[in-house]
């Protein structure tokens, strides 16, 4: 008997079908954050990252091409068990032959290179306007910008980011998360906390009166409790988005970083389930602050994923990565994240929610409590490492060597 084989009879004992848990997370698509090969640079502008956002570190080999970018990808996918979706921020246009379009006039040509990679691999695409590194990001603010001219700017930035997101639909044949999300605020104690508000309600107002295929682009608004520079106040709070998505019928994103530290996303996925079709989620680790460090098997990432398997969502939540660490090997890191967002999943899908939920429901909080810490014993890695095998990726620590190569032969020699 195989170690999967005994894993599967074990399971099987607590009514965990380990052929299905695979064949479900094998369908699910996660959507891999390009931004963690260059550090979120891009290739439209040479401006220092703004927008409250800082990546630490300086490990060699950061891609500074499309190219470079695209085979690190390929490398870190190649080392993924499972579906996944590309997600691309806008100031990843590519332009060629002496051609450049700032943000408010980019078009789906600027993205030619990105369609032609994601269809030859099977891969749909997300996207996100890139509302910071950029001279039009004045005194800290863009969509909520008292300046017209600025505000206009952006505005119409958002309007060509939602075209470019059907085009990206369209020619993928799976739909596109267009997810917006601004770093306006301020350092310290506004005067008028109301009008900047305002100002953001309008220009998402503005962006949204372009007209988009609703079954084809899944608008989201992502908040954010403060960032670096921005200490004392945020524009797209909390409470301003999921006031603003409730408003516009669009899609509520939450990335478990943009919160007070003793708030937990996973406690919020089942409130915003109750009251909308879907939702999204970004990934990431925060080390005390948004700090968007790797993700990690931890609690939280499985509580994120107990939340999704055990309210039957897998059909209802967009899952995609937002992190970035330039302080370890970039292809790395995307591999670790991954891997442990999958690892979470397949960990929610191994549970046996029914009999856990019915133990709560009969107010048998002991055994409940039991069964929850018994069920860490249980051979989660051999189930996983059949996975990997089934995904033709390796198992355990293996697939670390092929990174090591990787960076010998190519990353280094950068």
């Not at 860490?376 to 697939?399: F, I, T």
Request: hydrophobic share 40%; aromatic share 10%.
């Amino acid at each position: 008997m195989t170690r999967y084989e005994y894993a599967k009879d074990l399971y099987a004992k607590i009514g965990i079908d380990t052929e299905k848990a695979i064949e479900k997370l094998a369908a699910l698509p996660v959507s891999m954050h390009c931004w963690q090969g260059d550090d979120v640079v891009g290739f439209d502008s040479k401006e220092a990252l703004s927008g409250g956002i800082q990546t630490t570190g300086n490990y060699p080999g950061k891609a500074t091409t499309p190219d470079e970018l695209m085979a690190d990808i390929d490398k870190a996918c190649s080392l993924i068990p499972g579906k996944k979706k590309l997600n691309l921020h806008a100031c990843y246009a590519i332009f060629e032959n002496g051609e450049f379009a700032d943000r408010d006039a980019l078009e789906p040509k600027h993205f030619a290179k990105w369609v032609e990679y994601a269809k030859a691999r099977g891969m749909g695409i997300d996207f996100n306007p890139t509302y910071f590194s950029h001279p039009m990001v004045k005194d800290n603010l863009t969509l909520s910008s008292p300046d017209e001219e600025v505000r206009t700017f952006w505005v119409n930035h958002g309007k060509a980011c939602l075209k470019i997101a059907e085009h990206f639909a369209n020619e993928t044949g799976v739909p596109c998360v267009m997810n917006i999300w601004i770093p306006d605020g301020y350092k310290d104690i506004p005067a008028d906390r109301l009008a900047p508000r305002a100002r953001f309600k309008k220009s998402l107002d503005e962006i949204l009166s372009v007209p988009y295929d609703k079954s084809k682009v899944y608008i989201t608004l992502e908040s954010k409790v403060f960032g670096i520079g921005l200490e004392s106040y945020t524009v797209g709070s909390a409470e301003f988005s999921l006031s603003y998505v409730n408003y516009k019928g669009i899609t509520p994103l939450m990335d478990n970083g943009h919160y007070h530290p003793t708030e937990v996303v996973s406690d919020k996925i089942s409130s915003l389930l109750l009251f909308n079709e879907k939702i999204a989620l970004h990934v990431t680790r925060g080390v005390r602050w948004d700090s968007d460090h790797v993700v990690i098997f931890d609690d939280e990432t499985k509580e994120i994923a107990k939340e999704i398997v055990a309210h039957d969502a897998l059909d209802r939540v967009f899952i995609a990565t937002d992190y970035f660490d330039a302080s370890i090997n970039r292809v790395a890191a995307w591999v670790i994240g991954l891997r442990n967002v999958q690892k979470a999943m397949l960990n929610a899908l191994l549970t046996p929610h029914a009999e856990l939920k019915a133990l709560q429901d009969s107010a048998n909080t002991t055994k409940l409590l039991v069964m929850q810490e018994e069920l860490k014993n249980y051979p989660l890695a051999d189930v996983w490492n059949e996975y990997c095998s089934r995904c033709g990726v390796p198992s355990g620590e293996e697939w670390f060597a092929e990174v090591e190569k990787y960076e010998a032969e190519v990353l280094s020699k950068r």
